[in-house]
């Protein structure tokens, strides 16, 4: 399609020196996009710009920790400097700190939120503000989580940055639409370090990824978990003129499968002339709005039995 051309955009993504960020970097530069890639690991970073430029890309390396304001300043920077402008940033940098609330540390939260949600929106900011003075529009690509749809065990910090950045991708798609720039956040799945540690993906990565098996069906489909690979479209597409429309989305992939999550909405309400008071709201609960109340964490893989 020539709508997925992308040889006159110029892209940021940050966390690009490896895994999803990698595969999102490369994707756009194969779609024609002039690429900063950008990790907190200088060499990472380069490696990258290397593997993209030996497949005919074009892409630099901008090493930077993101979080605080001079760092996305910089990226944005680098960028026009470069190649003249900005179009898409694209926003996958991200660590992990994983504890349970009671023996989480301050600087375990902290972190997080400062390299996920701090991250996307010190990014965010300044991606927008070049936009809107360039004019023609641009695109901000967040990174989201099933963890921050759905809540996850032992991940307190990060489900609540991925919530954040869902939220900030809707408040964002009314801010700037009459500048011509969307706001969507992508929920991928996908084979990579953090899903490893999960006992039910585990061999099918290793399997994949040190003999070449491809992942089992009832994985590709019946779970939406792939490759980084599979998961790198949705980034072309919404970078691309073809997703003009398509903003304040929080959009899922995984292997075979492509999911529009829904957006929190009420879904049960009951009415009390006068209002209500504890015990009226004690009555009412168990018969009217809590009669189906609703799950949550991210449901358990269904392995199929051998």
């Not at 001079?70 to 003249?84: H, K, M, N, Q, T």
Request: hydrophobic share 45%; proline share 4%.
């Amino acid at each position: 399609m020539d709508t997925m051309d992308l040889s006159d955009k110029v892209a940021v993504v940050t966390g690009s020196g490896r895994g999803l960020g990698l595969a999102y970097a490369s994707a756009l530069a194969a779609a024609g996009a002039a690429v900063v890639v950008n990790d907190v690991d200088t060499e990472a970073a380069e490696r990258a710009v290397k593997e993209i430029t030996e497949a005919g890309g074009h892409a630099v390396a901008e090493a930077a920790a993101v979080g605080e304001t001079d760092a996305a300043e910089r990226l944005v920077a680098r960028a026009v400097a470069e190649f003249g402008r900005l179009d898409v940033m694209c926003t996958n940098a991200g660590i992990l700190r994983d504890r349970v609330l009671w023996k989480m540390s301050d600087d375990e939260f902290d972190a997080v939120i400062k390299v996920h949600l701090r991250g996307t929106f010190t990014c965010a900011r300044a991606a927008a503000i070049r936009m809107r003075e360039q004019g023609g529009g641009g695109r901000l690509i967040m990174a989201a989580s099933p963890a921050g749809q759905r809540g996850n065990f032992g991940q307190t910090n990060y489900a609540a940055a991925k919530a954040g950045i869902a939220a900030m991708a809707r408040t964002w798609s009314m801010e700037l639409a009459n500048a011509g720039i969307t706001a969507n956040a992508l929920v991928p799945v996908a084979a990579t370090e953090m899903t490893r540690t999960i006992p039910a993906f585990a061999p099918y990565i290793d399997a994949m990824e040190q003999r070449g098996e491809p992942l089992p069906g009832w994985l590709r489909k019946g779970e939406g978990f792939g490759t980084v690979r599979d998961v790198a479209g949705l980034v072309v597409f919404l970078a691309s003129d073809a997703s003009s429309g398509v903003t304040g989305q929080c959009i899922g992939i995984g292997g075979d499968k492509l999911a529009l999550w829904s957006h929190p909405q009420e879904i049960s309400v009951a009415y009390a002339d006068g209002g209500w008071d504890a015990d009226a709201i004690a009555a009412a609960w168990p018969v009217s709005v809590g009669r189906e109340p609703q799950s949550v964490g991210i449901p358990a893989p269904q392995v199929p039995a051998s």
